[in-house]
C-alpha cells in the first residue's frame, strides 16, 4: 500500500512538473507571465531599497533639505521674472504716455526786461570767492503754467506772474541757489512783499555754467501797479516797474 501511494505520488510530480516545463517551452503566454512576474518582482525589490533607504539613510534629512531648497529658489525666480516683466511693461507704457508734449496757453501779456545784477557768492566763512550773475529776462501774465511737468491752471479770477531767469555761475565749484531770496514783489499800494510761491529752489548751477530757471506768483487778474524789489535780502535794493501787455 505504502509502494502503491509512493509510486503514484512520484507519478504526480512527474506530471507536474513536465507540463511545466512543455508550458515554459511552448507557451508564449506562459513565457510572458513569467517575465511580468520577474518585473513586478524587480519593482518591489527596487520600493523596499528605496523605502529602506529613506528609512535608515543618515543623509535622509540632507535630501529634503535640498528639495526644500529648490522648490523655493523656484517660486522665488518665477516671481522675480514676473516682476521684472510687469516692470518692463509699465515702463514701456510709460514712455508711450510721456511721449505726447505738454502743452499750455499762451501768455495773457508779456514784458522784456533783461535786467542784469551781479550777487557775491560766499564760502562758508563769509568770504566772497566768487560772483552770481543774475539776470530777469522777461516777465509775463499766464492762466497756465507748467509745475513739475503737469499743467496748472489758475482759479477763476486769477493769473500767475512768472519772472523767467538767467543765472550764471562764474565760480570754479558748482553752488546752489535760492533763486526766490532776491526778488520781491510788491502790488499796488500794499506795504507787503511777495516770496515767488512757484520755484525750482534750491538751483543747482554747476562750475561755469548757466541756468534758466522761473519764479511765479499767484495775483489778481485785475491787479495793478506790480513792481518788483531785486537785491539781496540783507542789502540793497533796486525797484523794477512792471508794464504788462
Not at 513569467?34 to 535630501?63: A, C, D, E, H, W
Not at 493769473?159 to 570754479?172: E, R
Amino acid at each position: 500500500m505504502k509502494n502503491l501511494a509512493a509510486n503514484l505520488s512520484t507519478t504526480i510530480a512527474n506530471f507536474f512538473k513536465s507540463s511545466t516545463l512543455a508550458m515554459t517551452d511552448y507557451s508564449s503566454g506562459s513565457f510572458h507571465s513569467n517575465t511580468q512576474s520577474s518585473s513586478f518582482q524587480n519593482s518591489g525589490m527596487q520600493f523596499k531599497k528605496i523605502k529602506r533607504f529613506f528609512r535608515n539613510s543618515p543623509y535622509l534629512p540632507f535630501v529634503l533639505v535640498g528639495v526644500v531648497v529648490v522648490i523655493i529658489a523656484g517660486v522665488v525666480i518665477g516671481k522675480f521674472v514676473s516682476n521684472q516683466s510687469q516692470s518692463s511693461t509699465q515702463t514701456l507704457g510709460a514712455a508711450a504716455n510721456n511721449s505726447k508734449q505738454v502743452t499750455v496757453a499762451k501768455p495773457i501779456a508779456i514784458q522784456t526786461l533783461n535786467k542784469n545784477f551781479d550777487f557775491p557768492l560766499k564760502d562758508s566763512t563769509g568770504k566772497e570767492v566768487s560772483k552770481i550773475h543774475y539776470q530777469i529776462q522777461s516777465a509775463e501774465l499766464d492762466n497756465q503754467i507748467v509745475v513739475q511737468g503737469q499743467v496748472a491752471t489758475a482759479v477763476q479770477g486769477r493769473v500767475f506772474l512768472v519772472l523767467n531767469l538767467k543765472i550764471t555761475n562764474n565760480y570754479s565749484k558748482s553752488v546752489q541757489l535760492n533763486t526766490r531770496d532776491y526778488i520781491r514783489l510788491i502790488v499796488g499800494n500794499s506795504s507787503d512783499k511777495l516770496a515767488a510761491d512757484i520755484h525750482s529752489d534750491p538751483v543747482d548751477i554747476e562750475a561755469i555754467a548757466t541756468k534758466y530757471t522761473r519764479l511765479g506768483f499767484p495775483i489778481d487778474a485785475n491787479a495793478k501797479s506790480l513792481k518788483l524789489e531785486v537785491g539781496e535780502i540783507s542789502g540793497t535794493k533796486q525797484t523794477i516797474n512792471l508794464n504788462l501787455k
